[in-house]
């Protein structure tokens, strides 16, 4: 291809903390960047906020850190680097000169686009890990981080009366939120108990910064008088037309449900779920290499300057292991100076290192248990798009000889759905017997394009 202004030193994908700490720091340091953001506005889920039209007076109430994303967000748009919002990548192409970065625009996706770059740092944070349950599809059942998303987008709240449950950090965060904007919190529902962090005592004392926010939240739920239920569990959801109330009941060590240990609580809604999952489908495609991370999940292996096994490509923040805002900012920046060939300070070397420290243990620490399985009914649907229900999924490997969620997945269409095994990935591949994450499917297509913008042919430049 010839030059085309079009051309870039450097693509960024994703324009939450780590693509936009990343995309101003690479500006800084002299590289024509592009930031893409399938999203119409810069912040990601980690920073998402209320439309301009909402009128939000003050936004920054409803975040932790608001100053440090106002403060990126101030430097993108004073300095060099292109924010493309409404832009939606869905595959990159390996060149001689780079990649080619292939892109949907628009909310509807209207057209497709192509640009240039010599490299690429990938962004794309994190989705939520889902354990399926009986009730979870009913309405008023949201994932925790969807809660947060109704919160900070909308200003809206899934319910009056929210019960918050699962595993991990993200659940005092949500219910801190909740609580705050006038939810009524009857209880946070955890499947662990925390010892897992005492194991590492140096770590945490590392990352004070990390206490000092744990205790915030503990302070609003404190204050607002919500309770936390450790090694429990929601076992089931009840209703109708809408959840009108859960059964929980304490786990064992391996998180199987204690017989007599139900109690039902009241509600309106519930925010659930259980960690996260790092997006990395468009790296793999090109065949990056990955790790397993202590909770399970895989993420891409990168080396101390975020490079990833694919010449010209970096990855920074929740794909390389789920851990934060502070980390992915930190990752953002130190990829940036590794693709302008700058040496990054000493101090932000070691922030990184004490950070991701912290990250995989707090991985390890909600790990989940493999008798989260006990508490299925046949007829629970592990596969809501396509309503692949438990029953067809041991019916699989225990009569027709699947051996891995791959086989499960052409046998009963579990995964085949718009999620595309997103929300249903970890739970088929716990019931076909194994004991991580499904790595994710290696496809060219890294979000839904129509079919008519593919028969176009060649897209244009831009």
Not at 54 to 68: D, F, I, T
Not at 118 to 144: D, I, N, S
Not at 205 to 220: C, D, F, Q, T, W
Request: a positive charge.
């Amino acid at each position: 291809m010839p030059t085309s202004p079009s051309d870039f030193d450097l693509a960024v994908v994703g324009a939450g903390p780590a693509g936009l700490a990343a995309a101003v720091t690479a500006a800084d340091l002299g590289l024509r960047c592009v930031l893409l953001d399938g999203a119409s506005a810069t912040g990601g889920q980690y920073y998402r906020h209320p439309a301009p039209g909402l009128g939000a007076a003050r936004p920054g109430r409803l975040h932790h850190g608001w100053s440090v994303y106002t403060g990126l967000a101030s430097r993108l748009q004073a300095g060099n680097a292109e924010f493309r919002g409404g832009h939606q990548v869905w595959a990159l192409e390996r060149t001689e000169a780079g990649f080619t970065v292939h892109v949907t625009r628009g909310p509807d996706a209207q057209d497709r686009t192509a640009l240039r770059a010599k490299a690429v740092l990938l962004a794309t944070g994190a989705y939520e890990r889902q354990l399926p349950f009986p009730g979870w599809t009913l309405p008023g059942v949201v994932t925790a981080g969807g809660a947060q998303a109704m919160l900070k987008s909308g200003l809206v709240l899934p319910g009056r009366r929210i019960v918050v449950a699962g595993s991990g950090p993200l659940l005092l965060a949500a219910a801190s939120s909740l609580v705050t904007a006038g939810a009524r919190v009857p209880a946070v529902v955890e499947a662990t108990r925390y010892l897992g962090y005492a194991r590492r005592p140096d770590v945490m004392a590392a990352v004070p910064a990390k206490l000092v926010e744990g205790a915030g939240h503990g302070s609003a739920l404190l204050r607002h008088r919500v309770r936390l239920r450790l090694r429990s569990a929601v076992v089931e959801a009840h209703g109708t037309d809408r959840v009108t109330g859960v059964t929980v009941a304490r786990l064992d060590g391996d998180w199987r449900p204690v017989p007599g240990s139900e109690r039902r609580i009241d509600c309106d809604a519930l925010a659930v779920g259980h960690g996260l999952l790092p997006q990395i489908d468009l790296a793999t495609e090109l065949g990056a290499a990955t790790r397993a991370c202590p909770d399970g999940a895989v993420a891409l292996a990168v080396d101390a300057t975020m490079a990833t096994s694919v010449p010209g490509l970096w990855s920074a923040g929740e794909t390389n292991g789920v851990g934060g805002a502070d980390l992915a900012i930190a990752e953002g920046v130190l990829a940036a100076h590794a693709v302008a060939d700058a040496a990054p300070s000493g101090g932000l070397l070691r922030r990184r290192g004490r950070l991701r420290a912290f990250a995989e243990l707090m991985a390890g620490a909600h790990r989940p248990g493999p008798g989260w399985t006990g508490w299925l009914r046949p007829d629970t649907d592990v596969c809501r798009c396509e309503e692949v229900p438990v029953s067809a999924v041991r019916e699989a490997v225990e009569e027709l000889g699947a051996g891995d969620a791959r086989t499960v997945k052409l046998l009963t269409r579990a995964g085949m759905g718009w999620c595309q095994g997103r929300m249903c990935g970890p739970a088929v591949a716990c019931l076909a017997g194994s004991s991580q994450e499904p790595g994710p499917d290696r496809r060219p297509l890294g979000c839904p394009v129509p079919l008519a913008q593919l028969a176009a042919g060649e897209p244009s430049e831009s």
